[in-house]
């Protein structure tokens, strides 16, 4: 277990040397890291100790880092990477360090239209609500969660049900609540986002 732990870091921690969006260099890893089975083995790791707080947050650590590539879509939905964080956000709904974790993982994936429609599909928008009502003192996650809905909800499509899981409601309880400028200014761009779209 602490294996799995540590080789999930350590892809993290290797691709997000370069960032995947910013510079071909990142870009190029995330992908290499995808087409390597990369994301498969962090989901295994996930499904081979669900009960683990600290791998599960290593391996949305990992996810995190190539999420955000296009190209990596098709591997993301091969190895079933989106049900993997929400299925175990679901399970560790107390853990703190596990939903901030998540919720970096899902604002990654939220960043490529490609992967929105099955984020959409399996619950993402409704996880990630949550996380930011049951963590309202994390910051971090705050954050995480308010750009999240904001990439989701920047699909038309996606509006209604962005609305209707409360997502006005918990941003503007962020907006509140945070007392750093970064975490305001994020909360605020994505109250926004969904309420004016």
Do not use: W, Y
């Not at 370069?18 to 870009?27: A, F, L, M, W």
């Not at 994301?39 to 790791?45: P, T």
């Not at 190209?71 to 993301?76: D, K, M, P, R, Y």
């Amino acid at each position: 277990n602490d294996v799995q732990e540590a080789g999930c870091r350590a892809l993290a921690k290797l691709v997000a040397t370069e960032t995947p969006h910013e510079t071909p260099d990142g870009k190029q890893l995330a992908m290499h890291m995808a087409r390597e089975g990369g994301l498969r083995e962090v989901v295994a790791a996930m499904n081979a100790f669900p009960e683990s707080a600290d791998i599960q947050a290593a391996a949305c650590a990992a996810i995190e880092a190539v999420g955000c590539v296009d190209e990596n879509s098709g591997a993301l939905a091969e190895a079933a990477v989106i049900d993997a964080v929400i299925g175990r956000m679901q399970e560790h709904r107390f853990s703190e360090l596990v939903q901030q974790e998540a919720c970096r993982a899902l604002n990654s994936i939220s960043s490529s239209g490609a992967s929105r429609p099955g984020l959409v599909s399996a619950g993402g928008i409704e996880v990630l609500v949550a996380a930011m009502q049951r963590h309202p003192d994390a910051q971090k996650l705050q954050v995480k969660a308010c750009r999240a809905l904001a990439n989701i909800n920047s699909d038309v499509a996606n509006e209604p049900k962005v609305a209707a899981a409360g997502a006005i409601e918990a941003i503007i309880a962020a907006v509140n609540k945070c007392d750093k400028p970064n975490a305001v200014l994020n909360a605020c761009a994505a109250l926004e986002s969904v309420s004016f779209p």
